[in-house]
């Protein structure tokens, strides 16, 4: 067994880290690898081409640190780069590696959620205007109707730390409402970008009493567990020395600072050398 073998955790920037706060309580074990590449984040107005080609990067760069397992702990990238990576890069370049996302985990269980078989789902432009939740929910919960609505300034606004303020609030306020309008019958928000939970507070305050709001995390820690469960080959190779490593394209000090909000936790972050 290999022990340095780290798991690789990817987000364009700090929203990942979310997802990584909930796989590191669930398998706190493991080493792991988290990348956020700061210096080219938000993805969420990138086309296609630039989303898949970033998200190749950072996967390539995490393979070459000693991650044979990547988990792309971002909407946006799953959305747009995971199906042709897993189809197009891996079976020829690295047939020994594996790319998971966070859309499939989330569409698996969402249904379970909603009491009136509706929902709707926040996330940014990339994400809804792929298609893609509307179309992985279809084929676990036929049944459920998905309403979805881009909030393309949450993230820039997180990313600034400015989510926190007042100023925020506005912002809040428009992209519920803009949901809301859609369907009276949602009775679920699934917050799919991981940057959201940071919202958690001013959401709840403007959401009508009884709204259920789901957050990704644990959903994609236990799909995770569950992977590792069916997969001993892969599971075999990872390190188990509870290591955690951080780097970010960007700067690292703002990185340290702001990356100890989202991980609830004292971060040291080094710069990614491409
Ligand atoms: N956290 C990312 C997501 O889940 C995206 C944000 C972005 O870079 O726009 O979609």
């Known amino acids: 067994m290999n022990v340095t073998k780290s798991i690789g955790i990817f987000d364009s920037g700090y929203g990942g ?67 042709t990576i897993q189809q197009k890069v891996l079976p020829f370049k690295y047939p020994d590696h594996r790319v998971l996302g966070v859309i499939r985990p989330t569409a698996e ?76 019958a949602i009775d679920t928000i699934l917050l799919a970008c991981t940057h959201y939970p940071l919202l958690v507070p001013k959401l709840s305050k403007v959401l009508p009493e009884g709204f259920k709001l789901v957050a990704q995390g644990d959903i994609v820690a236990s799909s995770l567990a569950d992977y590792l469960d069916r997969h001993p080959e892969m599971e075999s190779r990872l390190g188990k020395e509870n290591r955690k490593q951080f780097f970010t394209s960007g700067d690292e000090q703002v990185f340290n600072q702001n990356a100890s909000i989202f991980f609830d936790a004292h971060v040291v972050s080094a710069r990614v050398r491409w």
């Open 109 to 184: 269980v969402i249904g379970n959620y909603t009491e009136t078989n509706t929902i709707g789902v926040m996330g940014t432009r990339g994400t809804v205007n792929s298609e893609s939740y509307p179309i992985e929910i279809s084929h676990f919960f036929p049944e459920l109707e998905v309403f979805q609505q881009s909030c393309p300034l949450w993230v820039p606004l997180i990313e600034n730390n400015e989510h926190i303020n007042p100023g925020a609030d506005y912002f809040v306020q428009k992209y519920v409402d803009a949901l809301l309008t859609k369907s009276a």
């Open 17 to 83: 880290l979310t997802v990584f706060k909930s796989i590191a309580e669930r398998l706190p074990d493991y080493n792991y690898i988290y990348m956020g590449d700061n210096a080219r984040s938000p993805y969420g107005d990138h086309s296609f081409e630039t989303v898949y080609q970033y998200t190749l990067e950072c996967v390539e760069w995490l393979f070459a640190q000693g991650c044979p397992l990547v988990i792309l702990a971002c909407n946006t990238a799953s959305a747009k780069a995971l199906r």
